[in-house]
């Protein structure tokens, strides 16, 4: 399997590559009042989801950090949450303790597995073994049980939840057909995506709108109560909000972790001024990163993270606006 180290650069990606995503985990939500129980516990309104849609969210404490970033895709019989394997040992405990008091079940999918399709070939690929239809909608519910989403930049690219035998499949057929890499892949694309979720090293450290994720429809203002969401209210209303996500791009001898300062120099001198979310490392030591920082963060300002020494960073410019928190 191949790793993000012997790409130079996500233009070198192949025609056609399989991310099995291993180190992300499936959570399923069943019951017949997933909905409502959801619905109190998410920043999404899922009463306006159907079978085959989906949606990013965050689940919150009381105090409005986010526990987890999390993908949430709709199914006839279930509710399913993708997110960071390492995360979950953290985050589920908290979610399950109010399902005590509804009825629903909250546990690891084991119907159901995710793989990633990228490169410019994967549409004419999903069109031609899987459906065609399929690579015009952003999420598609097909008659297999196979819901497929079409990712954001920086490439073209697919997560795929699958029933299990239907993934097996699909795996055995491409395996003479595409380059198959591990996730470290997958989470470079989704750094340039300007996504970032959380893992254990940084659940309970910020606020959804520091992840910037009111840009990314993962949040309604509309919809009610839920866990975290005075918080989640006031940053929109009352401006309490200074910080965002950004990607910073440069050079390093070893790849930034989750959680790692990051610094400015200001008057010959670093400052503090935010922390790492997510970084990558392509094998010629270009690194880049997903940093929580001031919104009023210049993008002239040279940045290092303070844990590796000699590493330089740069602003890069998001591909997608900033909305108001």
């Known amino acids: 399997m191949l790793t993000l180290s012997q790409l130079e650069n996500i233009s070198q990606l192949p025609d056609l590559v399989l991310c099995p995503l291993n180190s992300w985990d499936l959570i399923s ?27 990013l969210a965050a689940h919150c404490n009381p105090q409005g950090k986010a526990w987890t970033i ?29 399902a005590a008091f509804s009825k629903v079940t909250i546990e690891q999918e084991t119907e159901y597995k995710i793989l990633g399709l990228a490169g410019r070939k994967s ?60 996730d470290s892949l997958w989470n470079a694309m989704n750094i340039a995506a300007g996504v970032g979720f959380l893992t254990a090293e940084t659940s309970a450290q910020f606020i959804p709108q520091m992840l910037n994720l009111q840009a990314l429809n993962g949040i309604s203002f509309t919809k009610g109560c839920y866990i975290g969401q005075e918080t989640v209210a006031r940053a929109k209303y009352r401006g309490a909000n200074k910080r965002a996500m950004f990607i910073l791009t440069g050079r390093s001898s070893e790849c930034p972790t989750a959680g790692q300062t990051v610094e400015v120099l200001l008057n010959n001198n670093w400052k503090r001024v935010g922390a790492v979310v997510s970084a990558s ?38 591909p997608y606006q900033i909305a108001e928190d």
């Not at 997110?83 to 040992?89: L, N, R, T, W």
């Not at 392509?282 to 963060?297: F, N, Q, R, S």
């Open 123 to 182: 549409a004419e690929y999903i069109a031609e073994e899987v459906d065609t239809a399929a690579t015009h909608d952003t999420s598609r519910l097909l008659e297999t049980g196979t819901v497929l989403i079409k990712q954001p930049y920086p490439s073209l690219r697919y997560l795929a939840v699958m029933k299990n035998d239907v993934a097996d499949e699909l795996v055995q057929d491409l395996e003479g057909k595409a380059e198959i890499f591990d």
């Open 281 to 318: 490392q392509y094998g010629d030591g270009h690194i880049e990163v997903l940093a929580v920082l001031p919104k009023d963060t210049n993008p002239e300002d040279i940045f290092q993270i303070k844990e590796l020494e000699g590493s330089t960073l740069y602003y890069a410019p998001l």
């Open 70 to 98: 999390a993908r949430v895709i709709i199914l006839a019989d279930r509710i399913l949450l993708t997110q960071p394997s390492s995360v979950s040992a953290i985050q589920l405990p908290e979610l399950k303790k109010y």
């Open 29 to 55: 939500i069943t019951g017949e009042d997933r909905v409502t129980f959801l619905q109190g516990q998410l920043t999404c309104d899922l009463t306006q989801l159907s079978p085959g849609e989906q949606t």
